[in-house]
């Protein structure tokens, strides 16, 4: 994939660039992640180079990143799963293969999102929307049913007393609470499909998230 745009970054246009990672993006990859998620996110499940290498080798098509005046600000790897194998054992770990994805079946259904990352500086500009976008367009072009991930839900901890990760996410979808990842997903166009509780060691999240869909628009509903 190779596409230019324009994103607004503090009123003011400019030049983005979305396009599929290469090795020698690998150290401002990294450093995206490092700014990205800061802790108490635990540092070993940034991406190492072991982890990029196979992205690019085994799914070009899933490893993309954005690129803003020569610099790169974001990216969002995903692999081609079968849905169902994974229903009953939804953990990031072995859905992503602890992020090495070589469980990636080209024969699968379903795209799903291993991560998606974009730098404090530019979360306003929109840059992780058109990476979600691109996915889709991805679903679209390979004929797949979804893009499926598990999606951090980093507001619950300070609610975790008073409510279940369900009840959380409903007053997120309803609109009176803000979750600044479930909104955003929200305003993408993926919708909630159900919550996983064991999905990754994530102390905001109380290791939770929430399973949220885009599904593809041109095949008939399964």
Known sequence: MYKELYVLQNGKPERMIIRNYVETDFDALIDVQRQSF?????????????????????????????????????SMTCLIVEKQEYEHQHEWSIITDDGYIRNH????????????????????????KWLVQSMCETVVQLGLISL???????????????????QYVDQVIAGELNDPVISFLLRCGRVPIGVTHHYLDDKQSCNNAVLMEWRNPFLAKL
């Open 38 to 74: 800061p802790p108490p996110y635990p540092e070993e499940l940034w991406w190492n180079k072991e982890q990029l290498m196979l992205h690019t080798t085994l799914f070009t098509d899933g490893a993309l990143c954005a690129e803003v005046n020569g610099v790169i600000v974001g």
């Open 105 to 128: 079946n080209a024969q699968g259904d379903t795209l799903y999102v291993a991560d998606i990352c974009v730098i404090p500086a530019y979360r306003k500009a929109g840059i992780g």
């Open 148 to 166: 499926l991930g598990g999606s951090r839900m980093p507001g619950y901890y300070k609610h975790k007393e008073a409510l279940t990760p369900e």
